[in-house]
């Protein structure tokens, strides 16, 4: 066993998590995925269980959010403000609940009753309350200390501001989470990535009239310390709640039993949708306060409640509508507009139908209650339906026969390879005539890929379209620049960006700019075929003349599929008046043989991350160039992974498994002695 090693995995991991924690809680950005931050936690947890030498004063069963940020006063909380154990499965209910047998000492039918409540995604705080008086409010900060808060939290209507009830405490500190619902947070989803992030910025301006303006809300489910409070029961805290004037969760259940459990956190699973708020799992507390005092704490969580999580890749939802989008092949695909859903701290409202096959297999159709997975980067698409709360008057859906844009005629064209029909229906519009496709035909032009053209993305591309200032590519290079000045959210600065990099992507490589065009069928390996083949532009333009598409047929890699796609893109009227503007237009280079000698021959990369200045297909050109070569997975093959800015962590994992050398952007371009 390599110490050293472990302990440097160990300390790299805690620095990872110290700076996630520091985005998430002080700047309210989350630079990964709920269920990746728990992988890396859980990570560390079973480093110090299996390692007894692994210690640290930044690790998570020692330290609980972040420390108080320096815009607000630090106050200390009379009593911490502790985080929870996480639960995954039935089997890990189990285990806490024998756990707390065996650490009670009781025989193993011990009834335990649990106050299950449902575990909502905001931002916990504490309001301090003397002789029925809110004086004080904080948020968790690093559990030890929290930022006073006090007059933003004076803001929001749910919390009380002055308790008169003779049953209420003389000193008390309750406890709760401060959230935004679903349906207000639509107003603020272009600020924030989810509900969870708007409130942590919402509540944490310096201007407590700056918070006001936004609908916080507030439920309560604990206390901390308490001076005079008379009950003996969590169920019985959360009633007396009620009656004081705060608002509690109508899903709140006292239970027994871990099947109950399930029984109820699959109920709520699977109708979370339904309600206007996240939750992101149950929470379930020992329900009698002397068995709580009894078990005490653990680190930093107490051993008497543990958080039911939901799966941080799925969820369930209702679908609203299924709208049919026209891709730059003519391709329709179905997409399920849903009742939004935390899917792991991510907000999905949109799932992927695939096909029309697929709607088919699976039986789906609108008002039909559905599984949603989101996994990774893959696009969230419908698992399965649930039959059982379909609607009687449900109707079948039928997938539309006309181009829903252009009103063509839809058709599922023959495979040569397969000998089937495609499952894909396509519009049988060619070229620009149908307004879809030449809006995506023009988004791919301007790609990172292909024009790489700087603050035009996609959609400026569909604004631009919208007031008429582009149609076909060759706009691009002629827009009125003194009226997009005039349009919201432009400046002189932004107009003068826009027009310096349409200005220098006039100048392109003769693969890009094939590939830039959107011929079916013809990808960026592709395009570099034909470069290859034809040297020039001046020989590509010149393909539609005498029927010279067929020499291409000599090319390795290119078939009859492709050798259709280029001759229907030549035989449409509107391609060749492209085609002929552009030629007047832009400089495209000539091929270049990629030399055989280069400082990189022989060594293999991988590309992972957003470049600093350059997009990934002109990074890929300048590896090639210089005799190295591009792969497309992580394994012994791979010399370099070459990581920018938000890399994906499953391969730098890999990557460091396999012992494969990291290099930043400036690393490679020192290698081929080039500067950053």
Sequence with gaps: MNHEKIKNDYIKKISELKKLNKSYYQNNQPLITDSEYDSLKNDILNLEKKYKFLNHKDSPSKIVGFKPSKNFNKVSHKVPMLSLANAFSEEDLLNFEKKIINYLNQKKDFKIEYSAEPKIDGISASLVYK????????????????????????????????????????????????????????????????PRNAASGSLRQKNPMDT????????????????????????????????????????NKLIIGTKNLMDNYNYIENNRSELDFDIDGIVYKINQFDLQKRLGFVANAPRWAIAHKFSANSGVSKIIDIDIQVGRTGALTPVAKINPINIGGVIVSNATLHNEDEIKRKDIRIGDTVLVERAGDVIPHIVSVDLKKRKKKSQEFIFPEKCPSCNSKTVKEFNLITKKKDAVRRCSSEGFECEKIAIEKIKHFVSKEAFNIEGFGKKIVENFWNLKLISLPQDIFQLDYSKIEELDGWGRQSVLNLKYSIETSKKISFDRFIYALGIRHIGLENAKLISKHL??????????????????????????????????????KTNQKVLNELKKILSIDNFIEPKKDGLLRNKTFMLTGKLNGIS?????????????????????????????????????????????????QSDLLKMINMTS
């Design 131 to 194: 002789k029925g008086k809110f004086i004080t409010g904080l948020s968790r900060g690093d559990g030890k200390e929290g930022e006073d808060i006090t007059e933003n939290l004076k803001t929001i209507k749910d919390i009380p501001h002055k308790i008169s009830r003779n049953d209420f405490p003389e000193e008390i500190d309750i406890r709760g989470e401060v959230f935004i619902q679903n349906k207000d947070f639509k107003k603020l989803s272009d600020k924030f990535a989810n």
């Design 535 to 572: 040297r020039t532009s001046k020989n590509f333009y010149e393909l539609s003349l005498e029927n010279r598409v067929e020499d291409l047929l000599n090319l390795d890699g290119i078939g009859e599929t492709q050798i259709n796609s280029i001759r229907n893109f030549f035989s449409n």
């Design 212 to 251: 006001k303006k936004i609908p916080l809300k507030f439920i309560a489910y604990t206390f901390g310390f308490e001076k005079g409070l008379k009950i003996k029961k969590q169920t019985e805290f959360l009633q007396k709640l009620s009656l004081w004037g705060f608002r509690t969760n109508s899903l």
């Design 616 to 664: 990934r297909a002109e990074a890929k050109s300048i590896i090639e160039k210089n005799s190295g070569s591009i792969i497309s997975n992580v394994s012994k093959k791979l010399d370099f992974l070459v990581v920018g800015d938000k890399p994906t962590k499953k391969k730098v994992d890999r990557a460091k498994e396999l012992k494969v050398k990291i290099l930043s």
